[in-house]
């Protein structure tokens, strides 16, 4: 069965300032949704809506075409949001991690190999990039309908995009995506559909419009 999570007629200001207007975007089980725009145009604020964790002036959030009666982020199994900032306090051993998340330390040694025997090792001792890993992996294979992900690809080496990439794909069979990222190349390759968001207006546009917009090289 497809399961859609919708945003509808959101309006979101800051100190007067229209952040949002009027804005729909739909995420589906089994596609990568993609929203594009420029730093600072509200991708964050649009995900933390869709999430539950900020109040917009108007709009709600439909899971397959019924309003939300409370926020997203409270309705077990519905959705998980990679946040741009580091979420996991780094005291906790990576073995609890995953207990905390129910996702079976398996699962990641399926595609990064390099974490067998670590799973004593405290979050906070492992690099930046690695901890940012493992924080997008837990989100990704989190057991949720939906998943956000804010800027997944950034501080990861070439080779952990890639894999994670694979993971993205394997999991979209059952879940739905939506992510902002400003790896391009990684996005286009990624997404079924694509939104961008300019000036509070968000628009469904498409790869080889994205590709004129922002470059694929720059
Ligand atoms: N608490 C706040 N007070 C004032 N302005 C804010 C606040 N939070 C966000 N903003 C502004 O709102 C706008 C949207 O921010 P948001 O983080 O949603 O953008 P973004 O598209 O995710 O940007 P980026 O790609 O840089 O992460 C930005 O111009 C930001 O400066």
Known sequence: MMNTLELESVRYEINGRKILSDVYLKMETGKVTALA???????????RIMYGTLVPETGAVFSNKVRLSKQAYKIEGLISFLPQVSFIP???RIA???????VPMDDLLAFFPEFRYREKQRFGDLSGGEQRLLEAF?????PTLFTILDE???HLMPVHVERLMEVITAEKQRKGFLIADHQLQQVLALSDS?????AGIVTQTDAAI???TFGMYR
């Open 37 to 47: 725009g420029r730093n600072g145009e509200g991708k964050t604020s649009l995900f």
């Open 90 to 92: 780094g005291y906790l």
């Open 96 to 102: 609890a991690v995953f207990n905390l998340f129910s």
């Open 138 to 142: 837990l989100v990704i294979k989190a």
């Open 152 to 154: 997944p690809f950034t």
């Open 194 to 198: 694509f939104y961008y968001l300019r």
């Open 210 to 212: 994205l590709v004129d």
